[in-house]
T-cell receptor, first 116, second 114 residues
Framework: SQTIHQWPATLVQPVGSPLSLECTVE??????LYWYRQAAGRGLQLLFYSVGIGQISSEVPQNLSASRPQDRQFILSSKKLLLSDSGFYLCAMTGVKTSTTNEKLFFGSGTQLSVL | QQPVQSPQAVILREGEDAVINCSSSKALYSVHWYRQKHGEAPVFLMI?????EQKGHEKISASFNEKKQQSSLYLTASQLSYSGTYFC???????????????FGKGTKLSVIP
C-alpha cells in the first residue's frame, strides 16, 4: 500500500534561518508528488508539484524551493525563512500518472512550522 | 481560481443533516472532497468526474453540476465522527497547456455536538 513519510512533525525556526522538510513515499513508483501549505483561513495552497526526478513546477512565487533528487523523495527548502512561511506543510502524492488529477491524493501527516 | 465554499462553518446536533456547497468561476473537469481533523492530514472522501454524477460514502454523498460549475456535499444523520473541516478541490484545464490544475477551497468547518 502507498505510504508517505513526512518529518519533522513540528518545527520552530527563527526568522532568517534555513529550512529543509523531507518527504519520502513507499508502495509506488514514479508518483506525482506535491507540497501544500495550509495557513489559517487560506485552505490548502499548492506550492510545488513534481512529475518526475528533477522536474519541479512552482505554483506561487515565494522564497521556498523544492527538489526531487530521487523518485520517491521530495524536499522543500528555504535559504531564509520569513514570518509568513509559518503554516502546516503537507506532502501529497498520486500513484497513477495522468495529465489530470482523477486519482485521489494521499497526504502525509504534515509538519507544523512556526517561524518566530 | 480558488473555488468558493459555503458555509464557512456549521454546527450540527447528532442526527441532523448538512449541505456544503462548492462553486467555481471556471469550467470544471472534476471535483474532489476531503475531510481533515484538527492537526491531521486531509483524508480523501470522493472524486466526481462527470456532470450530474453523484457518489456516496456511508451517509455522505455528493453531486456535481457541471453546467453550474458547482458541487454539493450532503451529510445525512450526522455523527460525532463527521466533525472536521471539509475541503473541495476543483480541477480545471490549464489553457493551452494540455494539463489540469487542482485547487482547493478554504474549507468548511463542521462541528457535530451531542
Amino acid at each position: 500500500s502507498q505510504t508517505i513519510h513526512q518529518w519533522p512533525a513540528t518545527l520552530v525556526q527563527p526568522v532568517g534561518s534555513p529550512l529543509s522538510l523531507e518527504c519520502t513515499v513507499e508502495g509506488t513508483s514514479n508518483p506525482n508528488l506535491y507540497w501544500y501549505r495550509q495557513a489559517a483561513g487560506r485552505g490548502l495552497q499548492l506550492l510545488f508539484y513534481s512529475v518526475g526526478i528533477g522536474q519541479i513546477s512552482s505554483e506561487v512565487p515565494q522564497n521556498l524551493s523544492a527538489s526531487r533528487p530521487q523518485d520517491r523523495q521530495f524536499i522543500l527548502s528555504s535559504k531564509k525563512l520569513l514570518l509568513s512561511d509559518s503554516g502546516f506543510y503537507l506532502c501529497a502524492m498520486t500513484g497513477v500518472k495522468t495529465s489530470t488529477t482523477n486519482e485521489k491524493l494521499f497526504f502525509g501527516s504534515g509538519t507544523q512550522l512556526s517561524v518566530l | 481560481q480558488q473555488p468558493v465554499q459555503s458555509p464557512q462553518a456549521v454546527i450540527l446536533r447528532e442526527g441532523e443533516d448538512a449541505v456544503i456547497n462548492c462553486s467555481s468561476s471556471k469550467a470544471l473537469y472534476s471535483v474532489h472532497w476531503y475531510r481533515q481533523k484538527h492537526g491531521e492530514a486531509p483524508v480523501f472522501l470522493m472524486i466526481l468526474l462527470k456532470g450530474g454524477e453523484q457518489k456516496g460514502h456511508e451517509k455522505i454523498s455528493a453531486s456535481f453540476n457541471e453546467k453550474k460549475q458547482q458541487s454539493s456535499l450532503y451529510l445525512t444523520a450526522s455523527q460525532l465522527s463527521y466533525s472536521g473541516t471539509y475541503f473541495c478541490g476543483t480541477e480545471v484545464a490549464i489553457s493551452g497547456a494540455g494539463s489540469y490544475q487542482l485547487t482547493f477551497g478554504k474549507g468548511t468547518k463542521l462541528s457535530v455536538i451531542p
